[in-house]
């Protein structure tokens, strides 16, 4: 499962290679751990017709999650705060233990697996941002020791507030609905998501202004991470980008702006997973691959 701020996706892998998925968006009036759990073992329901033949179960998700399993933090589900997830995933799951991990490290890992690359940093565009980091392989810094929080990286110190308390985090200038509130305030009037897709095909000022934006700030902080830890790619994934026609170019172009001399950027890509590359890395986690 990759259990989203606004939607939830799910997919069985069967032994037999046949594959099932679901995804659903959460109830708008949801707004309880029990409205939300409901909703969870609904679904879960829906894909998985009998529990005592699981092997094993992995979840994606953006919250914060201390050792012991308890959620610390998560903004757009803060009625998540001080749920024991390891309790819930027993209660959802009681046949087979499950796995879990940031949803941004997970996406990362299952992106150098279909890449075929070992060093990686990804960053996903949606609802929020999220983000990992992989080296020779490997998860860092490792899902037993917290989650690598690109979105988090502040880039602008007197940039509008973040969800996380801080200004001008990665987050706040780029997210999904970060560019909506910005194209909308320079339209004059709120934008969907589908006016802002059509307005970037046209070349509307109002729409290329914001989308702009946000691709400069991602290079940024793209080349700034890929300054530490200098990897073979950098992959752009998450709905919110994969589904708008140029921004990763557009996110690529501006990463090459910043090279300096001796020093080229890594290569830019989408993902290869598009909007999946959580939903695939939880599939990793269940098979212990993490």
Not at 190 to 211: M, Q, S
Request: proline letters at 5%; charged letters at 20%.
């Amino acid at each position: 499962m990759d259990i989203g701020g606004s939607k939830v996706a799910l997919r069985v892998e069967l032994t037999d290679g046949a594959v099932r998925e679901a995804a659903f968006r959460w109830t708008a009036t949801s707004r309880s751990v029990d409205d939300d759990v409901r909703e969870l073992r609904a679904h879960v329901a829906g894909v998985v017709a009998d529990q005592a033949s699981l092997q094993g179960v992995g979840l994606a998700l953006p919250a914060a999650v201390d050792t012991d399993g308890i959620v610390t933090a998560w903004p757009n589900r803060p009625w998540w705060l001080g749920l024991d997830l390891r309790s819930l995933l027993s209660d959802l799951f009681p046949v087979t233990g499950a796995r879990f991990g940031d949803d941004g490290d997970l996406a990362a890992v299952a992106e150098t697996v279909a890449i075929g690359v070992r060093d990686v940093v990804y960053v996903g565009v949606g609802t929020g941002i999220g983000g990992g980091i992989v080296l020779d392989g490997r998860s860092c810094p490792g899902l037993d020791r917290g989650s690598c929080e690109l979105g988090h990286m502040v880039v602008d110190r007197s940039g509008p507030p973040c969800v996380c308390g801080r200004r001008g985090c990665l987050q706040a200038e780029a997210s999904g609905p970060a560019v909506l509130r910005a194209a909308g305030r320079a339209l004059g009037t709120e934008v969907t998501y589908d006016e802002l897709v059509r307005g970037w095909a046209a070349g509307a000022p109002w729409a290329c202004e914001a989308i702009g934006h946000a691709a400069a700030v991602l290079a940024t902080g793209l080349v700034s991470v890929a300054e530490l830890v200098r990897p073979e790619l950098l992959v752009v994934g998450g709905g919110f980008a994969a589904e708008l026609p140029g921004f990763v170019t557009a996110i690529a172009d501006r990463v090459a702006e910043l090279a300096r001399p001796g020093h080229p950027t890594p290569r830019v890509r989408p993902a290869v997973l598009g909007g999946l590359s959580s939903l695939h890395g939880a599939v990793l986690a269940a098979r212990g691959l993490v």
